[in-house]
């Protein structure tokens, strides 16, 4: 190594040293400098080598700091926290180095505490947010864009599934996203499959990421037409599927091996490009499942998988759509 990188990477040591402060106290976030497994620091070439966690939710039990929405109570948070200290636990050990936060239904249309984590780890996680359609959506998501966010949950429960993406709100959503390169994340059941469909036809360029298989086998086994709908979605060339949420899915039991037939499926219809990982915590970690049997079913156990597919699975698409 000559002397010149090594004085470069010294001086990249020490801003990032410079910029890091105390470690989370009781849930709050402040800033924090990012610890190899082994405890070192991590440098910048580390976590971009690392696996990327595709879909992840944080909470704090601070509800006087971080209020929660007004449906939800504090009774309703299970685990009652799950701070980022929390999750870098299990994450890191495994070759974790960055996540993808996605916005917690408990705090409503206040991303605050996803932003605040996220700015008190630099480099380390994206965001998912989740905005009010009705409220200037458009500005709103140029503004969060700015802040590190790279998404934006649409959620179709309790809607009616060939209706929920009408009108011109949804609308203006899409269109920014095709301008501004901001992913619409959904999570739907497999009946908004086809509204899902029809938006990409009427914007192509947008983004767009589906979340845990659209919940394909989440009521037991694999529906065949709910399987081919999700995979007709291939065509459209700008949409990507989070593989995730193994807990949920199918017979619900690690090692999670019944659903490497679906997986293959999404490989033959999307490639693994358009493919990435995500564990869903701290769901996935909760009772018999764990983040090591969740990494272990697309690092170890699918043998349908090149080294490539892997790469792009565990770390690339994630990196292309939520980091760049």
């Known amino acids: 190594m000559s002397k010149n990188r090594s004085r470069r990477e010294v001086l990249q040591f020490a801003v990032a040293s410079a910029a890091a402060g105390a470690l989370i106290v009781r849930g709050n976030v402040s800033q924090s400098a990012e610890k190899r497994p082994d405890g070192r620091n991590q440098c910048a070439g580390e976590k971009k080598s690392a696996y990327i966690d595709a879909h992840v939710h944080v909470w704090t039990g601070d509800t006087k700091q971080y209020p929660l929405a007004e449906r939800f109570k504090k009774a309703d948070m299970k685990p009652a926290t799950f701070t980022p ?11 974790v180095g960055r996540i993808v936060l996605i916005q917690m239904s408990y705090y409503g249309f206040d991303n605050r505490y996803m932003l605040d984590v996220m700015k008190a780890h630099p480099g380390v996680f994206s965001g ?5 359609p009705a409220d200037r959506p458009a500005a709103t998501m140029r503004s969060l864009k700015k802040q590190g966010v790279r998404g934006f949950r649409i959620v179709s429960d309790g809607k009616d599934a060939a209706r929920w993406l009408d009108g011109e709100a949804m609308a203006v959503m899409w269109r920014c996203g095709a301008e501004e390169k901001l992913a619409m994340c959904h999570l739907i059941n497999p009946d908004a499959l ?15 990421v589906i979340d845990h298989f659209a919940r394909v086998g989440m009521k037991g086994p694999v529906d065949e037409k709910d399987l081919a709908n999700l995979c007709r979605l291939a065509r459209h060339e700008n949409v990507a599927v989070k593989v995730s949420a193994f807990y949920a899915l199918g017979k619900k039991k690690p090692p999670y091996d019944d659903l490497a037939g679906m997986t293959r499926r999404l490989i033959d219809a999307f490639g693994p490009k358009r493919l990435m990982w995500a564990t869903d915590c701290p769901f996935q970690v909760q009772g018999e499942h764990t983040y090591a049997a969740s990494l272990a079913l ?3 156990r699918l043998d349908f998988l090149s080294a490539e597919d892997k790469d792009w699975m565990l770390r690339g698409t994630a990196e292309r759509v939520f980091f760049s």
């Open 128 to 132: 998912v947010a989740v905005i009010d």
């Open 85 to 95: 200290e929390e999750l870098l636990a299990h994450a890191r050990p495994l070759g």
């Open 298 to 300: 697309v690092k170890d």
């Open 194 to 208: 086809p509204s899902v469909d029809r938006m990409c036809g009427r914007f192509p360029d947008t983004p767009v």
